[in-house]
């Protein structure tokens, strides 16, 4: 099997495992469908692949990686049901569907993003209950990289950056956009990368080396939406286009140029492929979708 | 040392921990200051006192309960600031104070409330990093407490029983009120007493009396709720009383009258009381703060 079609085969694997997730979590019908709307309206699912395809690269006797590639993709589909609200980006189109907020309102989106955090939380300790080790340290990484000093503090840098006198940030001095991007969607990619390196028992090498080469696949993601969000339609993204643009958003294209970004995005996806080379066949997987992520045309 | 005393030194513990957490959360201090304005602006502290209290029933060689007892804390205001939110309950005044949203805008009381959820079961991996057991089990009993089966779901019933027209709830058929606030408030209160099992070690026949227990304590919280509300003033209560009664809200004052209301909860007390009769000098605490919890003004 050629990695494209593992992929296929791997993307399958995780909707079916999202689908039962929202099954086992109980709870009222319409809070599920609101989480299932967001949840199981597409997505490329490059998280949850690369937990997988990082855990592979070692032979222990790993963990399955699955439910921790999933509790990652809940944590991930929560972020983007808040960031839509009206409250903050306002956005009405997002996998190519009408967002959360639109369909179910404002309250239940809400809600539906507090259950899939939570319940990503639920699924890892079930899933891993016979390796008590293996769960706590998942939920401590994910938690690091969804908390205060990753996800949820790199929005708030952003909604600050865009209106700094709203938010009072102007005592904090000027915000880098690496520092934004870094938390806002490099923390939760490097997640992946380490949390793969938990399930499969790396050492501490190993996983200096993963979250390294996470830290330069995340920055590489967002240097290419940028470049995305300039250049591609509505209908290739799935979401509305030239937002940055007419925000008049600070992006690494409006930092460097469209050229520039591109190559800057090429080179951080060549170091990232570089801390890999020691891997061999193991690696194929996880190399092939750091190559994706930055020629993707979505 | 007595009861009353014991709780004030604990209170204490409890709010210092607290204001380490936020130190330690790293972040952006605009939003390390919004979750701070929620979780340090009073607060009875009856969460994390319970899971303390139920720890010290067990003789074992239980770990600390303290970050535990914090980490209910952080979810039990993280609800607070999205229960508050105008999509939701629509509150100004809360624990005395203007509410999150009020004083620091919608978007960040929703990032503060995601951020004091995430850090929850940040708190309990690092604490607890080297008792995984403990972290593994405390941080599922948490989840399934606060998920779509626990508090979320539970306030998505009680919104969809108000406005049932807006949230499609006839579909379900009628909403019992005691599976609302079984949901919405009895489930945090009823982990309180089986997290202090898991840290102190219990058997299952001692944590399945801990979660009966805990059902009936929680159940009667939420009645003496539904009286003070519809006879304390504001500043009792350190938020705006009589909300029930002018939202047209059913409670069990509405459904019992407030003199029969008053004596169930005088009877769910008696019961968690006589469930806590075997535990000896161990469950003075614990049997004050039940007691303390029935019989308080505010």
Same mark, same amino acid.
């Given at each position: 099997m050629n990695p494209s079609e593992r992929i296929d085969e791997l993307k399958q694997l995780v909707d079916r495992a999202l689908g039962l997730i929202l099954d086992e979590a109980g709870g009222p019908p319409l809070l599920r469908r609101a989480m299932a709307h967001a949840l199981l %309206? $597409? $997505?490329?699912?490059l998280r949850p692949l690369l937990v997988i395809a990082s855990s592979e690269l070692f032979e222990g006797? $790993? #963990? &399955?990686?699955t439910a921790a590639a999933c509790a990652v993709e809940l944590v991930h589909t929560y972020s983007l049901i808040h960031d839509d609200l009206p409250a903050m &980006? &306002? &956005? #009405?189109?997002r996998r190519g569907v009408p967002t959360c907020h639109i369909v179910f309102g404002e309250a239940m989106a809400i809600l539906a993003g507090d259950a899939l955090l939570t319940e990503s939380f639920h699924v890892i300790a079930k899933a891993y209950a016979d390796r008590p080790a293996v769960a706590s340290a998942v939920v401590g990484e994910m938690a690091a990289a969804a908390g205060c000093a990753g996800m949820v503090g790199g929005q708030v840098l952003d909604i600050s950056r865009e209106d700094p006198r709203r938010f009072g940030a102007q005592e904090a001095g000027p915000i880098d956009l690496r520092t934004v991007h870094d938390m806002k969607t490099g923390a939760l990619i490097r997640a992946c990368f380490t949390i793969g390196a938990i399930l499969g028992e790396a050492g501490d090498g190993d996983a200096t080396r993963l979250a390294a080469c996470g830290s330069r696949t995340g920055l590489a993601f967002q240097v290419i939406d940028d470049c995305l969000d300039a250049t591609a339609s509505d209908d290739e993204l799935g979401k509305s286009a030239g937002s940055d643009a007419r925000k008049g958003k600070e992006t690494f294209v409006s930092l460097m140029g469209l050229e520039r970004a591109r190559a800057y995005a090429v080179e951080l996806k060549e170091e990232a492929l570089s801390l890999l %080379? $020691?891997?061999?066949?193991?690696g194929d997987l996880l190399r092939h979708l750091i190559i994706r992520a930055v020629e993707r045309r979505s």
């Open positions: %309206s $597409g $997505g490329k699912r006797t $790993g #963990a &399955d990686p &980006d &306002d &956005d #009405a189109l %080379s $020691g891997y061999g066949e193991n």
